[in-house]
């Protein structure tokens, strides 16, 4: 049976890193998923929750659907303000246990030099995760960190228990650069 869903607050401008630094030209971008992909992820992550014996709770859901619907780093107060579908804002411990898991379960990843939180687009499994960063429009883009598992390594032979690894790189995406 297919669960109702709130609508996504599309379009909703997100207090964001997207227009921090307001950049003048336009960006065509529109990373989010929605309808179909984002149901098709939605229900990867069931799976995967499924699997690991772990449960998608009714908030874990939501806070996962606004980031894959933005497709971009999503501030935690942005979260709990479009928490609701009719504009209730969620309470903070809400939003940010969810959060906690869903970095936990790597279907999100935190990027500690936005202080935001992005819906993982690449792994099937916990994993590093680089992510370039354009410091003029905010978009950003999770890739495969080379080097990983380097610093995997040191840190087993080193003894350290490792929760993360995240490789933030920023600079200008294509379109900036050549504005
Ligand atoms: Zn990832
Ligand atoms: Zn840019
Ligand atoms: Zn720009």
């Known amino acids: 049976m297919a669960r109702a869903r709130a609508p996504l607050a599309v379009g909703?401008?997100?207090?964001?890193?997207?227009?921090?630094?307001?950049?003048a030209h336009s960006h065509a971008s529109e990373p989010g998923l929605h309808g179909d992909g984002l149901d098709a992820a939605m229900a990867a992550a069931e799976r995967r929750c499924g699997e690991i014996g772990e449960r998608l709770t009714a908030p874990r859901r939501r806070v996962l659907e606004l980031l894959l619907g933005s497709g971009q780093?999503?501030?935690?107060?942005d979260l709990m303000a479009g928490f609701g579908a009719k504009g209730e804002t969620a309470k903070p411990p809400t939003v940010y246990r969810a959060l906690e898991f869903l970095a936990r379960t790597g279907?999100?990843?935190?990027?500690?030099s936005l202080n935001a939180y992005m819906a993982c687009r690449l792994g099937e499994a916990r994993h590093a995760a680089g992510f370039l960063i354009c410091d003029c429009c905010g978009a950003t883009r999770e890739?495969?960190?080379l080097g990983a598992?380097?610093?995997?390594?040191?840190?087993r032979s080193s003894g350290y228990v490792l929760t993360?690894?995240?490789?933030?790189?920023?600079?200008l995406c294509a379109e900036c650069a050549a504005a």
């Open 107 to 112: 279907l999100a990843h935190r990027i500690e």
């Open 149 to 155: 598992e380097a610093v995997q390594h040191a840190a």
């Open 143 to 145: 890739i495969e960190p």
């Open 12 to 23: 909703r401008q997100w207090t964001l890193i997207r227009g921090m630094s307001a950049c």
């Open 73 to 77: 780093p999503v501030k935690a107060y």
């Open 164 to 171: 993360a690894v995240t490789v933030e790189a920023h600079g």
